[in-house]
């Protein structure tokens, strides 16, 4: 699932990737994004694997969108990203059957009226050749909680790549911070969540670490 959030990540609104497994519970949940804002309109699986993402991306100050095509691992990590002016939102993202890619939306600053119809093509040599520094890779990544549902306490186990400190957050549903750990190491470590105090209900363990952030998801019953 693919949209966006203005509760976490670096900007008014960051693209909000959640995977699930077969009965829907939470693999993990990652925003991406600028301090500019970001949403995702239309997901994809590529044949060759891993998710395609296509929305839009803000450039605050400046008045405008762009469209923005985003790659992912299954894992979620960021692969590349690529963005095309004067778009302005892209609503839909297609695989192609050379192997590229098609994104289709509005554009609002050519054309004959106030708005209309843009469609982009992306070849499959552009893909595997581009790359978008700007854009930093979102790596971090959290296990699934164990055991789940909890009554008492959990146990999360987290890596990262980066150096830098480490903080976690507990949020409820609503993105209301209840509970939050600083200074954690890098590399890996283990979060140890206390459900004292807490009702019966669902929770996010938010990672962040240099501007990049994991989540995934609780349920803590009585």
Do not use: C
Request: hydrophobic share 35%; no cysteine; net charge negative.
């Amino acid at each position: 699932m693919a949209g966006f959030t203005q509760s976490f990540g670096n900007g008014g609104s960051d693209a909000w990737v959640v995977r699930t497994d077969e009965n829907g519970d939470s693999l993990w949940a990652k925003s991406y994004g600028s301090e500019y804002s970001e949403s995702v309109y239309s997901i994809v699986l590529p044949p060759d694997g891993g998710i395609a993402l296509g929305g839009l991306s803000g450039l605050v100050g400046e008045g405008r969108n762009e469209f923005w095509l985003l790659r992912l691992t299954l894992d979620g990590d960021s692969l590349w990203s690529r963005f095309f002016r004067p778009g302005y939102e892209a609503h839909s993202l297609i695989v192609t059957n050379d192997g590229g890619y098609a994104l289709a939306g509005e554009v609002n600053r050519i054309g004959a009226g106030n708005q209309d119809f843009w469609l982009v093509k992306v070849s499959q040599e552009e893909n595997n050749s581009v790359s978008n520094p700007t854009t930093p890779p979102n790596q971090l990544s959290l296990s699934s909680p164990f055991p789940s549902p909890f009554n008492s306490t959990t146990f999360v186990s987290y890596s990262t790549p980066f150096t830098g400190p480490v903080n976690a957050t507990l949020v409820d549903i609503s993105g209301r911070e209840l509970t939050s750990w600083t200074g954690l190491q890098a590399g890996q470590g283990r979060i140890v969540v206390d459900g004292a105090g807490l009702a019966a209900g669902e929770y996010w363990l938010k990672l962040q670490q240099n501007g990049n952030s994991a989540m995934t998801r609780l349920v803590l019953v009585r």
